[in-house]
């Protein structure tokens, strides 16, 4: 462990970045930046802040007054960020280091996600303390949101999401999305953000006891509940499950009964007020309803981004979210669906696995197939977790 008090006097350039202004010339927006983040540096090492290897020590609570004050001074950067469209860790992170903010760390100069986590908990406004989506979602675009705004058309009229699943994408654009209509063939999921929308007050109060009362016993015994018939109740039980079972692998049965085991986690976080209300505030814009993707009637101008359960990439790929699994029999049906829609001057934009399959069906001149790569999230075996090739298609 390193005494700052001790040893950092003769490290701020090294490890912290240089603060110097020019005396001929107005400071430039990163240089102010540093410098500011100096002077909370140089506040804490008053106060005998410890550093550790990682960092893991500086956000701890044994030195909580002196990370509390870095914290507040980094208030006015993460807002501007987040202003600026930074609104997921993984894009702060990014940002942070781009912009070589200078972090509050022992060794290395770069901002990482647990230290990034850990500050965003601590500060103001409370719709940054947690990303805005309200599920956990397997198949979300959260990781790759990067990627898709690279592919995204300049510009369009009303947005259609049909596979909406953890709505990453949406909840990403929905400050300059006009109208919104988002939909999946999941009753639960759709009445899940129809209750968000409409009454999110009621909805926190339910997950309040879920989050009281939640151990083995009580998840199993939410779980068998497969016929609740009030929405709030649904959309309660939806969340509580999703946020509590294994991996958050939302799984249903033929019958469409959600079977998923608990997960191994000591203290899971069931709900965040602050995160409901500012979803509340995100679909305010939209119209939702369970439905099948060929219902939606998108118009010229209009812009469709498609999500489907992706195509088989082995016997084991996951695409059992509702009780209706899809089938290459669906993937055709939507390559078609597409071409007419283009036909129509809508604007679309279809994200896949990367298969032959998938290649054949969309190989064609009115479509653009593009290559990413996209990490591996779920895998019983963590080695696998790999990042893999997936595609991005679109027609403009």
């Known amino acids: 462990m390193i005494n700052t008090k001790d040893n950092l006097d003769s490290k701020d350039d090294k490890n912290f970045g240089s603060s110097a202004v020019s005396t001929d010339a107005e400071p430039s927006k990163k240089q102010l930046t540093s410098n500011r983040i100096r002077e909370a540096l140089k506040a804490a090492k008053a106060m005998g802040v410890k550093l550790g290897r990682h960092g893991k020590k500086v956000l701890s609570k044994t030195n909580r007054v002196a990370a509390d004050l870095f914290a507040k001074n980094m208030v006015n950067i993460i807002k501007e960020l987040h202003a600026e469209g930074y609104i997921d860790i993984r ?86 999305i006009r109208k919104a209509y988002l939909s999946d063939t999941n009753k639960d999921l759709v009445t899940m953000y129809q209750v968000i929308k409409s009454n999110p007050d009621d909805l926190i109060e339910v997950l309040k006891i879920h989050s009281k009362k939640h151990d083995e016993e009580y998840y199993y015994s939410i779980r068998d509940k497969n016929k609740l018939e009030a929405p709030v109740e649904v959309a309660a039980r939806m969340l509580y499950l999703n946020k509590t079972c294994y991996n958050g692998l939302w799984r249903v049965n033929k019958k469409g009964e959600f079977n998923a085991s608990i997960g191994n986690y000591s203290k899971p976080v069931i709900y965040n007020a602050a995160n409901i209300k500012a979803c509340n505030k995100a679909l305010r814009c939209a119209k939702l309803k369970q439905a099948d993707f060929k219902s939606i009637k998108p118009q010229a101008g209009d812009f469709v981004y498609f999500d489907p359960p992706y195509h088989r990439l082995n016997d084991t790929s996951f695409t059992a979210y509702s009780k209706e699994d899809f089938t290459e029999k669906d993937h055709i049906r939507l ?19 990367k298969t032959a399959f998938i290649y054949n069906l969309y190989d064609l001149p009115i479509f653009n197939i593009h290559v990413i790569k996209a990490p591996r999230l779920v895998n019983s075996n963590s080695s696998e977790r790999k990042p893999v090739e997936e595609f991005i298609i679109t027609n403009y």
């Open 91 to 176: 894009s702060i992170t990014e940002e942070l280091n781009r912009r070589r903010i200078p972090t509050f760390r022992g060794k290395g100069r770069r901002w990482h996600l647990r230290t990034v986590n850990l500050l965003l908990k601590r500060i103001a406004p409370e719709s940054l303390k947690r990303k805005l989506q309200p599920v956990k979602w397997v198949g979300g675009k959260r990781s790759i949101l990067t990627e898709l705004r690279k592919y995204l058309p300049k510009e369009f009229n009303n947005y259609w999401e049909p596979f909406v699943g953890g709505g990453a994408l949406f909840f990403d654009l929905y400050p300059k």
């Open 335 to 353: 390559a078609r669906f597409c071409k007419k829609l283009h036909a129509k001057g809508v604007k679309l934009m279809v994200s896949n696995s």
